[in-house]
């Protein structure tokens, strides 16, 4: 720990401050000299109370820096995590104006329903099939609370919610007894042209293992996902930037569209 905790929850303070005004926060690892994991996961975990406190409600989790790839570009050893808050859900088809984000960026990924309680340092797949309700397509646009890019590496994504910033869900929900959910595929379409292309088995070789691996993470804070909540389990491509004008389309071929537009 490099923090104090009374700069950990003033960093939190920042944040949902930034995003309450659009006035972006100072990047963690620049503010605070040597500021490490743990005091990110402490400053996520204060942001997440100050926004309960203010009447927001956890509406699940998003996991991040699933692929190896991604993993290697930023220095991290293994994924991150951030809570996902009921306004960062938007309808399928929606104009999302540019001007309420800041660096936004386009994922692809499945979204698993919980149907009954997910925690515990053991949890594994067939925990994870056994709690899944159901799974759906996602949109992931990940964004960030900060003014610049902080230094390289994994704390300020985990501070900042592993960079979520809104979510669309298709209306196609699939039983994980159903599919083989390694084999999904899905395709990002951007004016009319394709961005590019992945498979469900991108994201640690089967999302499964995703969820998995975010159930025994929260364990060591003390937290258990719930009947309800959605996991964003991780993109299957590489995120892709978006600017005023733009009109995307994320095709999972059976499991639907995904559409959006971007408005000023």
């Given at each position: 720990m490099a923090m104090t905790d009374e700069e950990r929850?003033?960093?939190?303070?920042?944040?949902?401050?930034?995003?309450?005004?659009?006035?972006?926060?100072?990047?963690?690892?620049?503010?605070?000299?040597?500021?490490?994991?743990e005091d990110a996961y402490a400053i996520g975990g204060y942001v997440t109370e100050l926004k309960v406190r203010s009447g927001r409600e956890v509406k699940g989790h998003t996991v991040g820096l699933t692929s190896?790839?991604?993993?290697?570009?930023?220095?991290?050893?293994?994924?991150?995590?951030?809570?996902?808050?009921?306004?960062?859900?938007?309808d399928e088809g929606s104009q999302v104006s540019m001007s309420t984000m800041n660096r936004p960026m386009v994922e692809i990924e499945l979204v698993f329903v919980l149907g009954s309680d997910l925690g515990g340092p053991s949890v594994n797949a067939v925990d994870v099939i056994r709690a899944t309700d159901f799974i759906l397509p996602a949109v992931e646009v990940v964004d960030s609370r900060f003014s610049r890019r902080g230094k390289p590496g994994v704390i300020d994504s985990i501070a900042d919610a592993a960079s979520c910033g809104f979510i669309m869900v298709g209306g196609n929900p699939v039983r994980l007894t159903d599919i083989d959910i390694r084999q999904i595929g899905g395709a990002l379409y951007k004016n009319g042209e394709i961005e590019e292309s992945g498979t469900a088995s991108a994201v640690m070789g089967n999302p499964i293992n995703s969820v998995a691996w975010l159930a025994r993470k929260l364990d060591e804070f003390g937290v258990h996902m719930e009947p309800g909540h959605t996991v964003l389990s991780g993109s299957f491509i590489r995120a892709h930037p978006m600017t005023?004008?733009?009109?995307?389309?994320?095709d999972y071929g059976p499991l639907g569209q995904i559409s959006f537009g971007v408005i000023d």
């Open positions: 929850r003033r960093a939190a303070e920042d944040l949902v401050r930034a995003e309450l005004t659009r006035d972006w926060a100072e990047p963690i690892t620049l503010a605070y000299e040597g500021a490490d994991v190896k790839a991604m993993r290697s570009t930023t220095g991290a050893t293994e994924p991150d995590y951030g809570t996902i808050f009921d306004n960062w859900f938007l005023v004008g733009d009109t995307f389309v994320a």
